[in-house]
Nanobody
Framework: QVQLVESGGGLVQPGGSLRLSCAAS????????MGWYRQAPGKRRELVAA???????HYVDSVKGRFTISRDNAKNTVSLQMNSLKPEDTAVYYC?????????WGQGTQVTVSS
């Protein structure tokens, strides 16, 4: 059974940066593509960025050039470096398998961008 633990969120001013981390355990992490997702209040959860087992990346248009996804298969972690943050990036951020998510979701990590 997979376990996903997200961390690194917080309160940051517009234009600031945060680095999110996701630790995965209980499954064969390295063979899966992984994604970072977010859910803002009153909105559906959406994919933000994804990375294949080999390191190919995909970003939604709203974060291109600002966010960078990476992974360390030896440590079973996937990270999201977020720069030039905007208020509209405020959401709870989750990691999960991509594109077919595990049924289990971690608790997520709150990112709040506000002055």
């Amino acid at each position: 059974q997979v376990q996903l633990v997200e961390s690194g969120g917080g309160l940051v001013q517009p234009g600031g940066s945060l680095r999110l981390s996701c630790a995965a355990s209980g499954s064969i992490f390295s063979i899966y593509a992984m994604g970072w997702y977010r859910q803002a209040p009153g909105k559906r959860r959406e994919l933000v960025a994804a990375i294949s087992s080999g390191g190919n990346t995909h970003y939604v248009d709203s974060v291109k050039g600002r966010f960078t996804i990476s992974r360390d298969n030896a440590k079973n972690t996937v990270s999201l470096q977020m720069n030039s943050l905007k208020p509209e990036d405020t959401a709870v951020y989750y990691c999960n398998r991509y594109p077919r998510e595990f049924d289990y979701w971690g608790q997520g990590t709150q990112v709040t961008v506000s002055s």
